[in-house]
């Protein structure tokens, strides 16, 4: 595995890596465009200019079209497409999921892939949808358990092969699935069956559902979220470890006249502007995009660009341990997003293990962030401050602090830290004013935590004015609470 995933940089669960293929090596996370062997939108040869390093494609209907299958025997996969980079090849389990049945064997899809050439290949895998009985799931998990082993038995040498994650819409049979396909070393784990769950808006789902299958994994295998072309969604994917996603999106919206930016969806009847400044929109007005007679191909152009826009955003986030920000800026575009930032924070103790220790500098976006790893990580470390003697904590400097044996800082959503430690990571976070409810929340029960820690101090508390919560009642019965404008100490 270490051989074929090299991680270079780290923040939260996500990561820049490297993938080594036969045809190349693939810097992740990074979008697979969706070659459609039948139609092409825009030509394979022209997939990276817009920032594309690897393709996927579906080897089951090049294998059931005549003309195509035999070109692709003779030619192999990368001369019937024209693309000299990394190809994926699905198997037929996207056909299997809509259709209930496809006309090959599991032996056979990957035995053609095997012969054309695929740099990824994908075994036919059962791909479960949401929300079936737990019995089918359990069934169907066998099923594709039983076929991945026989795949990995006949698949060897350079070509990686694709160990599916299955299991529905529960996460133990996710955890179940990913810590088998472990023992058996694939070389990139999809996700599969999530399409559903991101159609409807389930992100919070989802989230649970990468979360149970990344756990079952080993931290550095590689991974594939099947089906997720949106790039909305994509910062809080890797966030929690996705490296790979494949985008069939740039092509159906623009045929649907769908315009894509990371914060959403436009209809390009109805846009008077183009909030965008990529090649296509610097070059057309939104009227004349509309008229244009190759609008199609245009949109769908856009639409690749506003998708690599942001994969480059989210690795640079990564490089600056930003990653979280950028997270929680994106799912604030949609209610159902916000919904599964909620539900990444309840994932932040697994979270936290993967979080780098420093990194650059905090920033407090909204209630969601007084749940983030970092702080997590602060609360479970208070037993390291030892406090002796009569200790102040306040917020900012005061007069009289001077006669106090240490000083310490109260920042919400931390909480109280020796003011020595001020301008170190995480504490020199950038934060609002006047903290919310939650960030006051975990501050001050923090803060209790840590004179509880401490029985042999003695605590005073200057308190803002602005600071309204029930657990200042709990700290008075500790330690001395003043507010700041009844000061009169120097």
């Known amino acids: 595995m270490s051989s074929i995933f090299e991680i270079l940089d780290k923040d939260a669960g996500g990561r820049i890596g490297k993938l080594k293929t036969p045809h190349g090596i693939v810097e992740t996370p990074t979008v697979m465009p969706v070659i459609n062997p039948n139609i092409q939108l825009i030509p394979p040869e022209e997939m990276r200019s817009f920032g594309a390093e690897i393709l996927i494609t579906n080897s089951y209907i090049i294998y059931r079209k005549e003309e195509l299958r035999n070109v692709a025997l003779e030619k ?66 066998a099923i594709t358990a039983e ?89 809080l994917a890797v966030a929690l470890g996705c490296d790979l996603f494949d985008s069939a999106a740039y092509a159906l919206y623009a045929k649907d006249g769908r315009y894509i930016t990371a914060n959403g969806t436009y209809h390009l009847d109805k846009l008077n502007y183009l909030p965008c400044s990529c090649p296509i929109c610097s070059k057309y007005t939104a009227e004349e995009l509309k008229k244009a007679k190759n609008s199609q191909e245009l949109l769908g152009k856009h639409n690749l660009y506003a998708t690599f826009e942001e994969i480059r955003l989210i690795k640079q986030s990564i490089k600056e341990g930003k990653l ?113 409810y939650e960030a006051l929340s975990t501050a001050l029960s923090n803060t209790l935590k840590l004179i509880d820690l401490n029985p042999e101090a003695k605590f005073t508390f200057i308190c803002e004015p602005e600071f309204d919560h029930p657990l200042l009642e709990k700290i008075r019965k500790r330690a001395e609470l003043v507010y700041r404008d009844e000061w009169k100490k120097g």
């Not at 920000?325 to 994932?347: F, I, M, N, Q, S």
């Open 76 to 141: 192999g996969l990368h001369g019937l497409l024209g693309f000299d980079g990394p190809i994926m090849t699905d198997s037929g389990s996207f056909q299997l999921s809509i259709y209930g049945s496809v006309e090959v064997t599991n032996e056979e899809i990957l035995g053609f892939q095997q012969k054309i050439g695929s740099d990824i290949i994908v075994p036919l895998d059962i791909p479960t949808p949401p929300d079936v009985p737990r019995r089918r799931a359990e069934e169907e998990l």
């Open 324 to 436: 979280l920000e950028l997270v929680e800026k994106r799912c604030r575009a949609h209610p159902k997003l916000l919904d599964g930032l909620k539900r990444l924070y309840t994932h932040s103790t697994w979270l936290e293990k993967f979080d780098p220790a420093s990194k650059g500098t905090f920033f407090y976006c909204g209630p969601e962030s007084a749940s983030r790893p970092e702080v997590l990580r602060f609360g479970k470390r208070l037993e390291r401050f030892s406090i002796e003697g009569p200790a102040l904590i306040r917020t900012r400097p005061v007069k009289g602090e001077k006669e106090y044996s240490q000083i310490l800082i109260f920042k919400p959503p931390f909480g109280a830290y020796p003011v020595e430690m001020e301008e170190v990571y995480p504490f020199s976070a950038e934060v609002p004013k006047i903290p919310d």
């Open 147 to 235: 076929r991945l082993e026989a795949a990995r038995k006949l698949i060897q040498g350079e070509q990686l092969l694709a160990g599916p994650v299955q299991g529905s819409t529960y996460p133990d049979l996710r955890e179940k699935a990913a810590s088998h396909l472990k023992e058996l070393d694939f070389g990139v784990y999809p996700l599969g069956a999530v399409v559903p769950l991101m159609e409807t808006y389930r992100y919070a789902e989802l989230v649970d559902v990468i979360a149970a299958s990344k756990k079952g994994l080993s931290p550095v295998a590689p991974v594939h979220l099947f089906g997720a072309g949106h790039p909305m969604m994509f910062a």
